[in-house]
């Protein structure tokens, strides 16, 4: 669906806001600060808003759910994963069975598109590797010694931590995928999820938007905000402990409270209306 507003931003007027879900609208099961109000906001003044994360841990339907638990306007329809974004990239070169080291809903995810996961490995057209708790690093996951020579390693995001309650970091997809490498003895072919730029592609093509028409708003310099450059996108930095202002062309705001103060929703007659 077309968006039917746009909302601007230092002089940058984008009709659509794309949001990390990770330590930006949420920690673990505990909203953000002034996310309802700025969804809110944004939802009423006719904006498009895109949830996308790089945890491939849960099904897309699963992070639907919590959202919308959270009382968020998520749909199937606006929220991605870097686990529904392996499916697609997987799905457009023709490859639907893969060895993986990663979570059962991401095993889920895969077959739900249409991508068989293969128990055996000596089949499997490549190897997914994604987000797990309670990965061993002194267990070489048996699949690895299965799976036939130079299959392509694809990665779901290469996040060496990711936030939870009470500002903890746990160790991130990225720190797998390094294992993995180096079990395998080489590196990383793909990385589907940010800071590559596959994922916004993916939803540009669904959504009819350019690069140019999103704005990003995430807390991770090396993934949400590095996307955001790579592909030419206006950015907004959470950084709870940094200062409103600007880092090159990133707006930098402490919270996202800090975010609805600084927008304004451009009326009919071209005149700015502060949120």
Known sequence: ??????????????????????????????LADGAAHLLDSLERWGVEVIFFTNNSMKTRAAVVDKLV??????????????????????????IDR????????????LASGGVRVTQT???AQALVVGLVTGFD????????????????LIAANMDMTYPVEGGR?????GAIVRAV???IGRPCDQVVGKPGTFMLDLLCR????????????????????????????????????????????????????????????????GEGSRA
Not at 77 to 89: C, P, R
Not at 230 to 254: E, F, K, M, P, W
């Open 1 to 30: 669906m077309s968006p039917t507003a746009e909302v601007n931003l230092a002089g940058a007027v984008v009709p659509c806001v794309a949001f990390d879900l990770d330590g930006t609208i949420y920690f673990g099961d505990t």
């Open 69 to 94: 638990g959270m009382g968020l306007p998520a749909t199937s329809d606006n929220t991605y994963t870097s686990g529904s974004a392996v499916g697609g990239y997987l799905l457009e070169r023709g």
């Open 98 to 109: 893969v060895a993986i080291v990663g979570s059962e809903g991401l095993v889920a995810e």
């Open 121 to 123: 490995g000596g089949d």
């Open 137 to 152: 690093f002194s267990h070489r996951p048996e699949i690895l010694d299965r799976i036939p020579a130079g299959v392509p």
């Open 169 to 173: 970091l746990l160790p991130g997809c």
């Open 181 to 183: 490498e180096t079990w």
């Open 206 to 269: 669904e959504h009819g938007l350019c690069r140019t028409d999103v704005l990003v708003v995430g807390d991770s310099v090396d993934s949400d905000i590095a996307m955001a450059r790579a592909a030419g996108c206006r950015s907004v930095l959470i950084d709870a402990a940094g200062t409103t202002g600007h880092v090159g062309d990133t707006v930098v705001v402490r919270d996202l409270s800090e975010l609805h103060a600084l927008l304004s929703w451009p009326d009919d007659r």
